[in-house]
């Protein structure tokens, strides 16, 4: 970066002042940022029946992304700013105000919730920014409704298995004892 200024006396330019500053490190850590920046929406942005929230001590949205909350009627415009009162049912927001704080505190969580007929798997993590400890927090909301599902089928095999076998069990007891 290359800096300027002429020096002029009776009218005439005698002079220029200038001063020269190597920014090649902050343009590199620039470009850095940006290709990160980059990186992140993209991710956030594809992650698999999923959304990706950022929050900031005030317990405000600063970003969310996600095909997630496309499906249950929201945009990032919606959330972005706003609390999770202002966007989620009041059970809900408490608990997600709940377990923000806690990742705010330095804690990492994951918990299960229900919202309309789907079922979300959500993580939070403090994102630590340098010496000022934690500012941030993140969270990832996974919809899991399929494998709940899928385990509860699961146990009402295993349970109607367990019966059949007791039963079975009980029936061959008597003639194994003749025999």
């Known amino acids: 970066s290359i ?3 002429p020096q002029v006396v009776d009218g005439e330019v005698v002079r220029v002042r ?17 290709e990160l920046k980059q990186q992140y929406q993209t991710l956030s942005e594809n992650i698999p029946n999923g959304a990706v929230f950022l929050f900031n001590e005030d317990i405000q949205y600063e970003r969310a992304r ?29 608990e997600l105000t709940h377990y923000f704080t806690e ?9 299960m919730q229900t919202l309309g007929e789907s079922v ?11 010496d000022e400890g934690t500012t941030y ?29 007791s039963i079975v069990s009980h029936d061959l007891q008597s003639p194994l004892s003749v025999a």
């Open 103 to 111: 990742a705010l505190n330095g804690n990492t969580n994951t918990f």
């Open 3 to 5: 800096r300027g200024q």
């Open 137 to 165: 927090g993140l969270a990832l909301a996974q919809n899991v409704t399929e494998q709940v599902e899928r385990r509860r089928g699961l146990e009402g095999q295993k349970e109607r298995l367990e019966e059949f076998t």
């Open 66 to 94: 996600g095909k997630e909350l496309s499906k249950v009627g929201l945009s990032p415009d919606d959330i972005e700013s706003a609390t999770p009162h202002d966007v989620f049912p009041t059970e809900l927001a408490e």
């Open 18 to 34: 200038g001063a020269i500053q190597d920014i090649t490190d902050k343009k590199e850590r620039v470009r850095e940022i940006l």
């Open 120 to 130: 979300y798997r959500n993580r939070t993590v403090p994102i630590e920014t340098g």
